[in-house]
């Protein structure tokens, strides 16, 4: 075991199987005294096989959809391990359809537990972390929502929305140590059975995307980075705004900018906003640099 996240406590929500179970087996193996969050009996299956490798664990069966499970899974991991530093939100499910034939109450289950899910435990462990100027948290996306998939509206709406938590939470977090990021993993799991070609098992495995997790709990971890991971290979992702071009002297602007979106398309010179406020900044610049 390595000791690089000693004395740190770490949730894992989802963790009964699959990449939740790899993630809470990763941290522990660094160190971290783990909180196994899922919602049966199989938290506490992980949690055991953590301590009988000499780890620090516990299970808590809990609900990422109920506030008040997610809060007294906060309470039993203060009152087990004193504090709370590091929240992985990882539970999920799918429902896949095409928008066409998907029912809304599909639609809204997976934004429930996804986004939801997310919000509640986050929730209850955002004032601890900030009373203690300490936190990591980690927000699971996906290229589902990064860049789409066919028959899955519902995951890939989901997974977006937590990239736009996790920009503004890092932003509200920054001045107390409180870091967050999105994981984007590519693994083969109960989730994706089907859906990746035979040979992927023995290469996407959940371990490999858990070795990037440390990256973004570590004490030096980064905060508003979206890293993809799967099969030992690791990415970045980031939401990019193009320079674009000015036309409000044009005499029919909605009319030049249909005849002249390549030139808004194009990626030379592209931005990584800091902040919501650079495209009102950006573009008041390019207006006021006009000739008047």
């Known amino acids: 075991m390595s000791g690089r996240l000693k004395g740190r406590v770490a949730i894992v929500t989802g963790a009964g199987a699959g990449l939740g179970r790899a993630h809470a087996l990763?941290?522990?193996?660094?160190?971290?005294?783990?909180?196994?969050?899922?919602?049966?009996?199989?938290?506490?299956?992980?949690?055991?096989?953590?301590?009988?490798?000499?780890?620090?664990?516990?299970?808590?069966?809990g609900d990422v959809?109920?506030?008040?499970e997610m809060e007294a899974m906060a309470a039993a991991a203060l009152a087990a391990f004193g504090r709370v530093d590091i929240l992985v939100n990882n539970a999920g499910i799918l429902r896949d359809r095409t928008f066409a034939k998907m029912p809304l109450d599909e639609f809204r289950q997976v934004l429930d537990v996804h986004v939801m899910g997310s919000v509640n435990a986050t929730k209850a462990v955002w004032p601890r972390m900030q009373s203690q100027d300490y936190g990591r948290i980690v927000m699971t996306t996906s290229s589902s929502g990064l860049y789409g998939s066919f028959g899955q509206s519902n995951y890939a709406a989901a997974k977006m929305a937590l990239v736009g938590l996790m920009q503004t939470l890092g932003l509200?977090?920054?001045?107390?140590?409180?870091?967050?990021?999105?994981?984007?993993?590519?693994?083969?799991?109960?989730?994706?059975?089907?859906?990746?070609?035979?040979?992927?098992?023995?290469?996407?495995?959940?371990?490999?995307?858990?070795?990037?997790?440390l990256a973004l709990v570590d004490e030096d971890a980064p905060t508003r980075l979206i890293l993809l991971a799967g099969g030992g290979s690791f990415e970045c992702a980031h939401i990019t705004m193009t320079r674009g071009i000015h036309i409000d002297d044009a005499d029919d602007p909605a009319r030049a900018l249909c005849g002249r979106l390549d030139q808004v398309q194009a990626q030379d010179g592209q931005l990584i906003p800091a902040s919501g406020w650079d495209q009102p900044q950006h573009e008041l610049a390019k207006a006021l640099a006009r000739p008047r």
Do not use: F, W
Request: with cysteine; hydrophobic share 40%; aromatic share 2%.
């Open 65 to 68: 959809t109920r506030y008040d």
């Open 172 to 213: 509200e977090g920054a001045k107390r140590n409180v870091r967050v990021n999105c994981l984007a993993p590519s693994a083969m799991t109960a989730m994706t059975e089907g859906l990746l070609p035979d040979e992927a098992a023995q290469v996407m495995t959940p371990e490999r995307v858990s070795r990037g997790l």
């Open 26 to 61: 990763e941290l522990a193996r660094h160190g971290a005294q783990v909180v196994v969050n899922d919602m049966g009996g199989s938290a506490q299956a992980v949690a055991d096989e953590i301590c009988k490798a000499g780890g620090a664990a516990i299970g808590c069966a």
